[in-house]
């Protein structure tokens, strides 16, 4: 029988995850279902148990987007140390004896980086704009890459500070906050390689107050955002820097995922090539 997949979200609508994985599927030969289901708010695991339930053939697992990945991090029996890191889950895969959680999206990050952008985080200046659960989700990932640095800023500087502090206590792991905190006019004066926009500000339209200087010669300016271009990203293109938007990010947590599921990585520059022509 065929085994059935889904995404959870609401909105969920817009998702573009059944087509990714219906192309994955199509490219690796494998008998999957996968459809976008729309679960009201505060109904989150009711949604996952009825899925299961559903005799049309075996569920396997799901991916999760706004606002329920803090519902399935919790709603998980087991979690991967990413996922703990991230304090999310965004792939649960349905095991015999409970719910495996996952989260895919700092990998995905880093993937897009290295893969199809050319932009190995290793020895480079990072800086992650945000401190809300878009960042959470990416910081471990871009650390085992070995950056020089990794500076998290935000509008809250005491949010950045607990987030960079818990994350620099981690073996192996470090994370620099200039001392008089990690508000954006903490980074007056400073550059970075690559500079990545976590806030909700993509979305919202509004422009975040850096200094023209946090853009490095040759630095990659990423924004998680995708589908639309972003006073970020504009600001980011008049310094000079070399722009990327978040869509080879959702392919590669997609594919990520998929392996998390059947053990097998798809090829993603087909499937991505075919997302950018539809844009």
Known sequence: MTDRYAVFGNPVGHSQSPRIHALFAAQTGQDISYEAILAERGGFAAAIEAFRAQGRGPARGANVTVPFKEDAFRLAATRTP???????????????????????????????????????????????????????????????????????????????????LEFARLPGCAVAVKPEGAGFSGISGRSFDLVINATS????????????????????????????????MAQARHAGARVADGLGMLVEQAAEAFFVWRGMRPHTAPVLAALKARQ
């Open 82 to 164: 990413r996922a703990e890191a991230a304090g999310a889950v965004n792939t649960l895969r349905f095991e015999a004896d409970g719910i495996l959680g996952d989260n895919t999206d700092g990998a995905g990050l880093v993937r897009d980086l290295t893969h199809n952008l050319g932009c190995d985080p290793a020895g480079r200046r990072i800086l992650l704009l945000g401190a809300g659960g878009a960042a959470r989700g990416v910081i471990l990932p871009l650390l085992l890459e070995a950056p020089v640095e990794l500076v998290i800023a935000n509008r809250t500087e005491e949010t950045a500070a607990r987030l960079a």
């Open 201 to 232: 500000a993509g979305l919202s339209g509004a422009e975040l107050p850096l200094p023209a200087t946090a853009f490095a010669p040759r630095c990659l300016a990423y924004e998680m955002v995708y589908g639309r271009e972003t006073p970020f």
